[in-house]
């Protein structure tokens, strides 16, 4: 038998409505809240896929990654380095990121695996919307409603490519 997470729905809303965030209502807001890891979470995979974005001139979007780890600093130089520190933003650990998430267009997970994230079942009562890698349980947590699950990096890269350049603002269901 398995039992999944439960999400008290409206404590999350509560939660993720204590602050705003960001103001960039003229770009698409993306956020990821992980721990700065770059061999399981793949931050640093997000930081060369917004290298490869800005290289096809894709600039109108902001990701913000909120979460601390071992390689926070590392990445940020990286960020400087691929010159994508216009576009991406290392936001730093938060108490509650939940706000982030609610004020984001699109929940992004770059994951080289996962169990169950509740993350994406906060994205979820929050209806943000999501782009993941394809971990184990992707398909049990993702519907076509919530979200999209990349089959391959290059999907993924794509996918979040034609997300941005379609605009597709939070709510609206592809």
Not at 39 to 58: M, N, P, Y
Not at 78 to 95: M, P, Q, R, S, T
Not at 135 to 155: R, V
Request: with cysteine; aromatic share 10%.
């Amino acid at each position: 038998e398995v039992i999944y997470n439960f999400f008290n729905r409206k404590k999350i809303l509560n939660q993720a409505s204590e602050y705003v965030p960001f103001k960039s209502p003229d770009v698409y807001n993306i956020v990821t809240v992980c721990r700065i890891d770059n061999e399981s979470k793949r931050t640093d995979g997000i930081v060369k896929v917004c290298k490869r974005l800005k290289e096809e001139g894709v600039t109108e979007f902001k990701w913000r990654i909120v979460g601390d780890g071992p390689e926070l600093n590392q990445n940020i130089a990286l960020a400087k380095k691929l010159d994508v520190i216009d576009v991406l933003e290392f936001v730093g650990k938060k108490n509650n990121p939940l706000p982030y998430v609610l004020h984001s267009d699109l929940f992004a997970l770059y994951s080289a695996y996962e169990g169950h994230p509740m993350v994406i079942g906060e994205a979820i009562a929050a209806d943000t919307y999501i782009l993941t890698t394809n971990y184990a349980a992707a398909k049990e947590q993702i519907d076509s409603q919530h979200g999209i699950i990349a089959l391959s990096d290059e999907d993924f890269y794509q996918q979040i490519k034609t997300l941005i350049r379609n605009n597709k603002i939070k709510g609206e269901k592809i």
